[in-house]
C-alpha cells in the first residue's frame, strides 16, 4: 500500500532544467522570489508570467504536474482574490450595493497578489520536480557552507537531511506493517470520532518512534564502523560542477532583474 | 608479535554497566589469535560476549583491561583508530540500519569518503567493489528495494572498497531467509579464497561454522573451546552443556553412535549421507 511512494516531488529526466546545477537553481529562485516582490504592474507581471511559462517549457514536465503543485495553495489565492476585491479600496468605482464597492485597486491588486503566490510556488515547484532530493541537499550543503564558518552545523545538516530521505521508503514499509499488526490483533483505524481516530493512530505511533531510535543507534554506530568522523577531511563521490547551462541561468537571471527594474512603477 | 597474526587480543576484559547500576563483566581475560587470511567463526549464546569482542575488535570499544592489537595497532592509541577502522570492516545484523547512502553508490561511497580518497579514484573502487559482491547492475538502485542478501552484500561492498583485511561479520546472516544466508557466506568464503580476506564470522548457526578454518565458541565471557571445526564439534557433550547446538550431520552421527550404529566423524551433511549409504549396502 505505502510501496510506491515518490521521495518527494521529484519527476526523473533529462530536460536543460534537470541538468543544471542544484546552486544555481536555488540562487536563481531566491532572486527570482525578490523579484516577484519588486513587481508592482501589469509589465512587470507579465514578463515573470512569460518567464515562468517558459522556465515550465524548458523542464519538459507535462503541465499536470505543473499544476498539481498549485493544489495545496489555490484555497490561499482564493482567499486572497475574495479579500482583496472586497476590501481594497480606490480608482473607479465598478461595482456599488450600499456600503459595499468593488473598485479598480481592488481588481488590480486581487490578480497581482493571487499572481504573485502562483509564480513563487510554480517556480519552486519546477526546482524540486527536476532536482533529486539528493542534489538537492548537496547544492544546499555546497551553498551554505560559508556559514560553516561562523559555527553553523552545514555538513551535519545535510547528512541529517539525506539520511532522512534515505530512511524515509524504510519507515513507510515499518508504518505499514505496524498498521497491519495492529489491524490483526483488532485496532480499528478507519471509524469513530476524529478524536478517536486520532487516538487510535498513539499504537502505531508509539513502536514506529521505538523502532525508528533503535535504528538511528544501529545505524550510528555503523557509520562509525566505517571511520565516519564528521565533515572535516571528507570527499564527495558527487562533484557538483557548474556548466554552460549555469551560464544561461545566471544570464537569464541577470536580464529579468534589469527588466524588472527598469519597468517597474 | 608474530607477523602472521593479524588479531590479537590478549587478556582482554570488558564491563557493562546493566540499568540497574550494577557492572556485568562481558569479557573476563580473553586471549585470542587471528591468522592472516583465515576464516574464524566465533559461536555463542546471546550475551557469550561475542557481539562486544568484535566492537573490539575494531575500537568501536576499548578494553577496560589487557589489549586489542589490530596488525601491531593498539587499538586504545587514539590516533591509530581511523587506520584500524580501515583495516577492520563490521557487518551488522540488520540489513536496513547499516545503509547510508540513498542509493547503492553513495552507500559504497561512504566509506571513501569518510578516508577522503580522491574523488576521482573512489569511481573505480566503487566498481570494483560492487563486481567483487557480483552487484554491479544495482549500482544506482535504492537500498530499500533489494533483498536482505543483496542489502548485506552492499554492506560488503562499502568494505571492500576500503580495501580493509579483515571482515567482521557480526550476526550478519541472523536476519536474512535461508537463500540470503547462502548468498552471504557463498560469497564471504569466496573473498576469504580468492583475495585472501580474513573473514571472522560471529553467528549462533553452527551450520555456518564448518567451513571455517576455526572455530572459537565463547561462554559466559570467556573462550570455552578454540580449534578446527571438527576438534570442537567432536565435543557435543561439552558444547550441550553450555546450550549450544552442533551441525545436522554432526548430531545426527552422535545419535547413532548413542544407539550402538558407529559411524567415522563427519562435518558435512553430503559426507554423513555417503557413511549412512555405505553402512546399509555393507550390512
Given at each position: 500500500?505505502?510501496?510506491?511512494?515518490?521521495?518527494?516531488?521529484?519527476?526523473?529526466?533529462?530536460?536543460?532544467?534537470?541538468?543544471?546545477?542544484?546552486?544555481?537553481?536555488?540562487?536563481?529562485?531566491?532572486?527570482?522570489?525578490?523579484?516577484?516582490?519588486?513587481?508592482?504592474?501589469?509589465?512587470?507581471?507579465?514578463?515573470?508570467?512569460?518567464?515562468?511559462?517558459?522556465?515550465?517549457?524548458?523542464?519538459?514536465?507535462?503541465?499536470?504536474?505543473?499544476?498539481?503543485?498549485?493544489?495545496?495553495?489555490?484555497?490561499?489565492?482564493?482567499?486572497?482574490?475574495?479579500?482583496?476585491?472586497?476590501?481594497?479600496?480606490?480608482?473607479?468605482?465598478?461595482?456599488?450595493?450600499?456600503?459595499?464597492?468593488?473598485?479598480?485597486?481592488?481588481?488590480?491588486?486581487?490578480?497581482?497578489?493571487?499572481?504573485?503566490?502562483?509564480?513563487?510556488?510554480?517556480?519552486?515547484?519546477?526546482?524540486?520536480?527536476?532536482?533529486?532530493?539528493?542534489?538537492?541537499?548537496?547544492?544546499?550543503?555546497?551553498?551554505?557552507?560559508?556559514?560553516?564558518?561562523?559555527g553553523v552545523p552545514v555538513h551535519e545538516i545535510a547528512l541529517m537531511m539525506s539520511i532522512a530521505i534515505r530512511f524515509i521508503p524504510t519507515l513507510m514499509e515499518e508504518t505499514d506493517k505496524i498498521i497491519k499488526a495492529q489491524t490483526a490483533r483488532g485496532a480499528n483505524f478507519t471509524s469513530g470520532s476524529l478524536v478517536k481516530r486520532a487516538q487510535s493512530l498513539i499504537p502505531i505511533a508509539i513502536p514506529l518512534f521505538v523502532s525508528a531510535f533503535r535504528r538511528?543507534?544501529?545505524?550510528?554506530?555503523?557509520?562509525?564502523?566505517?571511520?565516519?568522523?564528521?565533515?572535516?577531511?571528507?570527499?564527495?563521490?558527487?562533484?557538483?560542477?557548474?556548466?554552460?547551462?549555469?551560464?544561461?541561468?545566471?544570464?537569464?537571471?541577470?536580464?529579468?532583474?534589469?527588466?524588472?527594474?527598469?519597468?517597474?512603477? | 608479535?608474530?607477523?602472521?597474526?593479524?588479531?590479537?587480543?590478549?587478556?582482554?576484559?570488558?564491563?557493562?554497566?546493566?540499568?540497574?547500576?550494577?557492572?556485568?563483566?562481558?569479557?573476563?581475560?580473553?586471549?585470542?589469535?587471528?591468522?592472516?587470511?583465515?576464516?574464524?567463526?566465533?559461536?555463542?549464546?546471546?550475551?557469550?560476549?561475542?557481539?562486544?569482542?568484535?566492537?573490539?575488535?575494531?575500537?568501536?570499544?576499548?578494553?577496560?583491561?589487557?589489549?586489542?592489537?589490530?596488525?601491531?595497532?593498539?587499538?586504545?592509541?587514539?590516533?591509530?583508530?581511523?587506520?584500524?577502522?580501515?583495516?577492520?570492516?563490521?557487518?551488522?545484523?540488520?540489513?536496513?540500519?547499516?545503509?547510508?547512502?540513498?542509493?547503492?553508490?553513495?552507500?559504497?561511497?561512504?566509506?571513501?569518503?569518510?578516508?577522503?580518497?580522491?574523488?576521482?579514484?573512489?569511481?573505480?573502487?566503487?566498481?570494483?567493489?560492487?563486481?567483487?559482491?557480483?552487484?554491479?547492475?544495482?549500482?544506482?538502485?535504492?537500498?530499500?528495494?533489494?533483498?536482505?542478501?543483496?542489502?548485506?552484500?552492499?554492506?560488503?561492498?562499502?568494505?571492500?572498497?576500503?580495501?580493509?583485511?579483515?571482515?567482521?561479520?557480526?550476526?550478519?546472516?541472523?536476519?536474512?531467509?535461508?537463500?540470503?544466508?547462502?548468498?552471504?557466506?557463498?560469497?564471504?568464503?569466496?573473498?576469504?579464497?580468492?583475495?585472501?580476506?580474513?573473514?571472522?564470522?560471529?553467528?549462533?548457526?553452527?551450520?555456518?561454522?564448518?567451513?571455517?578454518?576455526?572455530?572459537?565458541?565463547?561462554?559466559?565471557?570467556?573462550?570455552?573451546?578454540?580449534?578446527?571445526?571438527?576438534?570442537?564439534?567432536?565435543?557435543?557433550?561439552?558444547?550441550?552443556?553450555?546450550?549450544?547446538?552442533?551441525?545436522?550431520?554432526?548430531?545426527?552421527?552422535?545419535?547413532?553412535?548413542?544407539?550402538?550404529?558407529?559411524?567415522?566423524?563427519?562435518?558435512?551433511q553430503e559426507e554423513l549421507v555417503e557413511h549412512v549409504c555405505r553402512l546399509l549396502l555393507t550390512r
Open positions: 500500500m505505502l510501496q510506491n511512494i515518490a521521495i518527494g516531488q521529484y519527476v526523473p529526466g533529462h530536460s536543460f532544467l534537470h541538468r543544471a546545477d542544484p546552486r544555481s537553481k536555488l540562487l536563481f529562485i531566491i532572486l527570482f522570489a525578490t523579484l516577484v516582490f519588486l513587481a508592482n504592474n501589469t509589465v512587470t507581471y507579465a514578463v515573470l508570467v512569460a518567464f515562468t511559462l517558459y522556465a515550465g517549457l524548458l523542464s519538459r514536465l507535462s503541465l499536470g504536474y505543473i499544476l498539481k503543485s498549485l493544489k495545496p495553495v489555490w484555497i490561499l489565492i482564493v482567499f486572497t482574490i475574495i479579500l482583496h476585491i472586497f476590501l481594497t479600496k480606490g480608482g473607479a468605482v465598478y461595482f456599488q450595493w450600499g456600503w459595499f464597492t468593488v473598485e479598480e485597486r481592488g481588481i488590480q491588486q486581487a490578480i497581482f497578489i493571487s499572481l504573485r503566490l502562483g509564480l513563487l510556488v510554480v517556480i519552486s515547484s519546477l526546482l524540486t520536480l527536476t532536482t533529486s532530493p539528493i542534489d538537492l541537499t548537496e547544492g544546499l550543503e555546497r551553498l551554505l557552507g560559508p556559514f560553516g564558518r561562523i538511528a543507534e544501529d545505524l550510528a554506530l555503523a557509520m562509525e564502523a566505517r571511520g565516519y568522523r564528521g565533515g572535516v577531511g571528507r570527499t564527495r563521490l558527487h562533484k557538483l560542477a557548474f556548466s554552460w547551462r549555469d551560464a544561461g541561468i545566471a544570464a537569464a537571471g541577470v536580464l529579468l532583474a534589469i527588466t524588472i527594474g527598469w519597468w517597474r512603477a | 608479535m608474530n607477523e602472521e597474526n593479524l588479531l590479537a587480543l590478549q587478556e582482554v576484559s570488558y564491563t557493562y554497566d546493566d540499568e540497574l547500576g550494577s557492572r556485568v563483566p562481558v569479557l573476563k581475560d580473553v586471549d585470542l589469535t587471528i591468522q592472516k587470511g583465515s576464516f574464524v567463526s566465533v559461536l555463542g549464546h546471546n550475551g557469550s560476549g561475542k557481539s562486544t569482542m568484535a566492537k573490539l575488535m575494531n575500537a568501536l570499544l576499548l578494553p577496560e583491561g589487557g589489549k586489542v592489537l589490530v596488525a601491531g595497532m593498539d587499538t586504545s592509541q587514539g590516533e591509530l583508530v581511523w587506520e584500524i577502522r580501515r583495516h577492520v570492516g563490521m557487518v551488522f545484523q540488520n540489513p536496513d540500519n547499516q545503509i547510508v547512502g540513498a542509493t547503492v553508490e553513495d552507500d559504497v561511497a561512504f566509506g571513501l569518503e569518510n578516508m577522503g580518497v580522491d574523488p576521482a579514484q573512489m569511481r573505480q573502487r566503487i566498481d570494483e567493489a560492487l563486481a567483487s559482491v557480483g552487484m554491479e547492475p544495482y549500482l544506482l538502485a535504492q537500498p530499500h528495494r533489494l533483498s536482505g542478501g543483496q542489502k548485506q552484500r552492499v554492506a560488503i561492498a562499502g568494505i571492500m572498497a576500503m580495501r580493509p583485511s579483515v571482515i567482521i561479520l557480526d550476526e550478519a546472516t541472523a536476519m536474512l531467509d535461508p537463500q540470503g544466508r547462502q548468498e552471504v557466506l557463498q560469497l564471504v568464503r569466496r573473498l576469504n579464497r580468492d583475495e585472501g580476506i580474513t573473514i571472522i564470522n560471529i553467528t549462533h548457526f553452527p551450520e555456518e561454522a564448518v567451513y571455517s578454518d576455526k572455530v572459537v565458541v565463547m561462554n559466559a565471557g570467556e573462550v570455552l573451546m578454540e580449534g578446527p571445526p571438527g576438534d570442537v564439534f567432536n565435543q557435543v557433550e561439552r558444547l550441550k552443556a553450555v546450550g549450544l547446538d552442533v551441525p545436522f550431520a554432526v548430531r545426527l552421527r552422535h545419535m547413532l553412535a548413542a544407539k550402538g550404529i558407529d559411524l567415522p566423524f563427519v562435518l558435512h
